[in-house]
């Protein structure tokens, strides 16, 4: 769907709580911290600006950030789990203005974190940003998953296939959805005024994912590191314009 410029006037709104929620959250991880913690933070921020919360209750989730550490991919619910030095913390937000949608995650190190780990964060950032250069008007979207793909496995890592991106707008999460590899067809024509959540979840070994039996929370199949990078893009005429960075 094509969004008018009022529309995304509203989402620029929506993506700029969501930045203040990063911002926020990241000032506030340290050894110590609990993921409940980073929940209230967050849920703050979202007070502070008049606007909703599209995580809480989404299909029963209980808070309005997930937190995911370490072995973690995504949907992590914040409770008592304590942030130590060394882990990583997977932190992604939502957020509702005016009826529409911003999305967005980042992974952090807590205090000093390994080379490796280090590493998997740099390395999945660069695959987001690889992704978002693909949203052009007349290019393919499934392009994004093809950058996305080729940044994650020439650096010897491997992309998440369960969980993918989408596109987002008066929903979180609307079609069509965005792989982060490619899926063997080159998806629809991109064209000025669509809007999408690009998220690449990369693993440090293989791609398989378990989850637990909470229902929501996703971990690699092999213990191995996980981290996850996403940010709300609308195709523009001048090209990909991020929506939740400060």
């Known amino acids: 769907m094509r969004r ?31 993921t409940k913690e980073l929940n209230e933070v967050a849920a703050d921020v979202i007070d502070r600006r008049g606007a909703r919360s599209n995580f809480l209750n989404y299909h029963g989730f209980p808070a309005v950030i997930c937190t995911s550490p370490n072995s973690m ?8 789990y304590t942030l130590r030095e060394g ?9 509702i203005i005016q009826g529409y949608h911003g999305d967005a995650a980042y992974t952090a190190g807590v205090g000093e974190i390994s080379a490796e780990a280090q590493r998997l964060l740099d390395i999945t950032e660069r695959s987001l940003y690889a992704g978002i250069d693909q949203l052009t ?16 496995e020439a650096a010897g890592f491997s992309v998440v296939r369960e969980y993918v991106g989408h596109a987002i707008g008066t929903e979180m999460h609307e079609s069509p959805q965005v792989p982060n590899y490619w899926p063997g067809t080159p998806g629809p024509t991109l064209k000025p005024g669509m809007v999408f959540a690009i998220e690449p ?20 199949a092999d213990g191995s590191l996980s981290a996850h ?7 523009t005429d001048d090209g990909p314009e991020v929506f939740t960075v400060p």
């Open 229 to 235: 990078f996403e940010h709300t893009i609308a195709v």
């Open 87 to 95: 882990d990583i913390i997977s932190v992604d937000c939502g957020a």
């Open 73 to 80: 991919i995504v949907h992590g619910i914040p409770g008592d």
């Open 4 to 34: 008018t410029p009022d529309e995304l006037r509203k989402m620029r709104l929506a993506g700029r709580v969501v930045a203040e929620m990063h911002e926020a959250t990241r000032a506030a991880i340290a050894p110590g911290v609990t």
């Open 201 to 220: 979840m990369v693993n440090a070994r293989g791609p398989e994912t378990e989850v637990l039996e909470d229902g929501w929370s996703v971990i690699t």
């Open 137 to 152: 008007a007349g290019n393919r979207l499934h392009e994004v998953g093809r950058a996305v793909q080729q940044v994650a």
